[in-house]
């Protein structure tokens, strides 16, 4: 239990033994930080002992760093209480071993390949740490992210954010097809494989998350339809969008990790995607007009569609 907790969002100090939590200026703030987990960001509320780099007895025992707040029984009083959440998922020892050798690889392979590549490197004033950082020759800072297991949406939408507003491009990666990062920001899917066939060195391929660009005349004859008319006709000009590999023309096979994660610093003509081919946008996440999760929960405010979502056909 502690009397205080760090709200990760306003980036200020909450004090729970004062009427007005020590922010006057904040009147909503009670009826944000004592709603219901489920409905906001579970590390929106963060142990100030862990903020502050020190030693907490409860994360000791087994317990996150994030907070929730309750109402506690002292006498006839109710005092507001804080108290860590449970932690919903505790890597295995495979998993950990897998991410340490992934991690491994990326910067092994950049160096290669002629490239500046860190592991461990903190963002956002080192409340988060990026996996590894590779940069390409034109500054370009790409952090990669790890991500072998569960991961709530919210969080993945603030991490992304986090990278971007320190200039990183974030790249996740994830072994399961249904991992929550999907679509949500710049993303790639690698197969389940043992820590020691990534340790070493067995072919890594990436299953899905990018896109290449096919470039073609809009006549009647090609098998591409018009992107200005949407289908209606044929303009004559020349077209050029980004396609799964499954859907270029002829269908490309899956490409190795070496090539793509190298090759798309160095501007080859294949991207990381989100979630329908759109580029990441300033905030992290998808460039694309569809509902974007925010706060574990999906935007009601649908916009245009996108039209590379016409298709149906996944690399998955």
Not at 28 to 37: F, G, M, P, Q, Y
Not at 99 to 115: F, I, Q
Not at 259 to 278: K, N, Q, V, Y
Request: aromatic share 6%; hydrophobic share 35%; proline share 8%.
């Amino acid at each position: 239990m502690a009397n205080g907790v760090w709200h990760t969002g306003y980036g200020i100090e909450i004090n729970l033994s004062l009427p007005d939590l020590g922010h006057p200026h904040r009147p909503d703030l009670l009826r944000e930080i004592t709603a219901s987990v489920s409905e906001r960001d579970p590390q929106l509320l963060e142990c100030l002992a862990h903020h502050d780099k020190r030693e907490c007895l409860s994360e000791s025992g087994g317990k996150s760093p994030w907070m929730f707040i309750r109402r506690g029984r002292v006498g006839g009083r109710r005092p507001l209480v804080a108290s860590h959440l449970p932690i919903t998922h505790k890597a295995t020892p495979e998993e950990s071993a897998q991410h340490k050798a992934t991690k491994e690889r990326v910067v092994a392979t950049a160096g290669r390949y002629g490239l500046d590549a860190e592991a461990e490197v903190p963002v956002a004033n080192r409340r988060s740490v990026s996996d590894a950082v590779v940069t390409g020759p034109a500054g370009l800072r790409v952090g990669w992210e790890i991500q072998y297991h569960h991961l709530s949406p919210s969080s993945v939408h603030r991490r992304s954010v986090s990278a971007m507003e320190n200039g990183i491009t974030p790249l996740w990666v994830a072994k399961d097809r249904t991992a929550s990062l999907i679509d949500r920001a710049p993303w790639a899917r690698v197969d389940d494989m043992p820590w020691r066939d990534i340790a070493g060195g067995k072919e890594m391929v990436i299953r899905g998350g990018y896109r290449h660009l096919e470039v073609w005349r809009c006549v009647p004859s090609s098998e591409r339809h018009c992107l200005v008319s949407e289908g209606a006709g044929h303009c004559g000009a020349i077209h050029a969008d980004w396609f799964v590999p499954a859907l270029c023309l002829p269908e490309r096979k899956p490409v190795p990790s070496r090539t793509w994660s190298c090759g798309a610093l160095r501007g080859r003509a294949f991207r990381s995607t989100c979630p329908a081919g759109g580029a990441a946008a300033p905030d992290g996440t998808c460039g694309c007009r569809r509902p974007i999760a925010r706060g574990g929960r999906r935007s009601s405010t649908r916009r245009r569609p996108c039209p590379r979502r016409r298709s149906k056909r996944t690399t998955t």
